[in-house]
């Protein structure tokens, strides 16, 4: 996310395709730094939590925030249920150690 601080469904909608297509829709880890999130509208955060959508194909996630906002809207996928482990973390070497250690183990 560069210099962005607001995400609706539209911008919700166009990261999922992007990281889906990137990853030629295989299942995947994600390492998304959320820092410059300020705010996440409700319609985005039901879509991003959804298995049809920003869930899709994710194996795991690592969220990274330098910022209190931006944590609380990374914790809140953190703490929500899936059927993948997610993290929280300040730094990018931490999310990407992390997401090492859990491709190991899979």
Known sequence: LNQLTRIDLG???EIVMARVAVTNQRCH???ADVSNARVITAEAMDFMQSPEGGLKNLLGA???ASNPVAAL???IFVKRHKDFP???F???AAALAWVR???QKH
């Open 11 to 13: 911008i919700a909608n």
């Open 29 to 31: 880890y994600l390492i």
């Open 62 to 64: 690592a969220f990274i």
């Open 73 to 75: 809207i990374a914790n």
């Open 86 to 88: 997610a993290r929280f």
């Open 90 to 92: 300040s730094s990018r």
């Open 101 to 103: 250690a859990c491709r």
